[in-house]
């Protein structure tokens, strides 16, 4: 009888280990599971956090295109302001506008002949007499005298 009274203590003991093992199982089971959704959500946080900053980086550089482009911009229309700056002192200028109309539009002071060769075009002309003009040089032209 001591015999089945130990059998019996030991399946009493072993079926309370069962249970403290069982009982102590899920509790490690469910740490387990926190400490991996944890791990699965400063993951997740951080790809997010990678893909905000790359997206930052890549409207950064546009941003700085477009700088840029902006710059070119500005200096091409700085430099055409300067240019037609220049072309509205030179058209207050009478002379100026004189020596343009005589080579634009042919036209010729009393006793005046003028000869157009194939390199008088209309840009060439005006350049030509804006040059002269900026440097005070006067247009001379091919005359002949009414003998």
Do not use: C
Request: no cysteine; glycine share 4%.
């Amino acid at each position: 009888m001591k015999q089945q009274n130990q059998s019996t203590n030991s399946n009493i003991v072993s079926i309370n280990q069962k249970r403290k093992q069982k009982t102590s199982s899920p509790v490690w089971k469910s740490h387990s599971l926190v400490t991996k959704l944890i791990v699965i959500a400063l993951i997740a946080i951080s790809g997010v956090m990678i893909v905000g900053i790359g997206n930052q980086l890549q409207q950064a550089n546009q941003l700085d295109q477009k700088i840029e482009k902006a710059k070119a911009e500005k200096e091409f229309a700085e430099k055409q302001k300067e240019s037609l700056t220049q072309q509205v002192e030179l058209l207050q200028s009478d002379e100026y506008i004189a020596k343009l109309a005589r080579s634009e539009y042919y036209l010729s002071k009393n006793g005046e002949i003028i000869f157009s060769t194939p390199n008088d075009t209309a840009e060439n002309k005006a350049q030509q007499v804006k040059e002269e003009v900026e440097q005070g040089e006067t247009v001379v032209k091919v005359t002949t005298q009414n003998r």
